[in-house]
């Protein structure tokens, strides 16, 4: 399946570009593995993973025309994503101001592998990248369907590691704050960028 796979190669490269540069998840990772620690991320990371796999899968078995025929829905998917975000980015930026300390069980809701997985589903951003993906990338010939499936396979394991990177920085930046100051600071910044790049997100839409 690979060796009929000609646009394999700049796939990867968009993969990892697209999964590895600051968005919604991605910040989604980073404060709660600051909180929670690396091991508390990865049902974030699993769920963000296999829901934007499974959606660049739905899109190339042609969910995605019947997404486009009914704008209404995609503008309710989108403003029910941005409402939701713009909640997280309110969470974090009035996250307790205590020092990072994964070992202390904290009121703070966590982010559960289901919210990850829905905050895909109703992510508009994330039905558009994947509509463009297979429409560059899927090809048009007899192998169509298998590109597809390979589409889905690829991004899952290229977005796992770039998404994990960012859970290492979280529990790594914990290890370094070691006052209520820089615990607000962060959280503060953490809130603004995730209600920032929502704001982005349903802009460019």
Not at 67 to 96: C, D, E, K, N, T
């Amino acid at each position: 399946m690979f060796s009929t796979f000609p646009t394999l190669v700049p796939f990867l490269l968009f993969a990892f570009v697209a999964s590895i540069t600051p968005g919604p998840t991605n910040i989604l990772v980073l404060s709660n593995s600051v909180r929670y620690g690396f091991k508390a991320s990865l049902p974030i990371i699993f769920g963000a993973c296999s829901s934007a796999a499974l959606i660049v899968l739905l899109m190339g078995c042609g969910f995605g025309e019947s997404l486009s025929r009914v704008p209404l829905l995609q503008m309710a998917m989108q403003w029910i994503g941005v409402a939701w975000l713009s909640y997280l980015a309110w969470q974090i930026f009035h996250s307790p101001s205590e020092t990072f300390d994964t070992s202390v069980h904290s009121n703070h809701p966590r982010t559960s592998f289901w919210s990850a997985v829905r905050l895909q589903w109703i992510n508009a951003k994330a039905w558009t990248m994947a509509m463009a993906v297979v429409s560059v990338f899927a090809g048009s010939g007899p192998d169509r369907f298998n590109h597809v499936i390979c589409l889905s396979l690829v991004f899952f394991l290229v977005a796992l590691p770039c998404l994990s990177t960012w859970a290492l920085l979280g529990s790594g930046m914990a290890q370094l704050a070691h006052s209520t100051k820089t615990t607000r600071s962060f959280y503060r910044i953490m809130g603004l960028l995730l209600f920032g790049s929502t704001c982005l997100s349903a802009w460019v839409v």
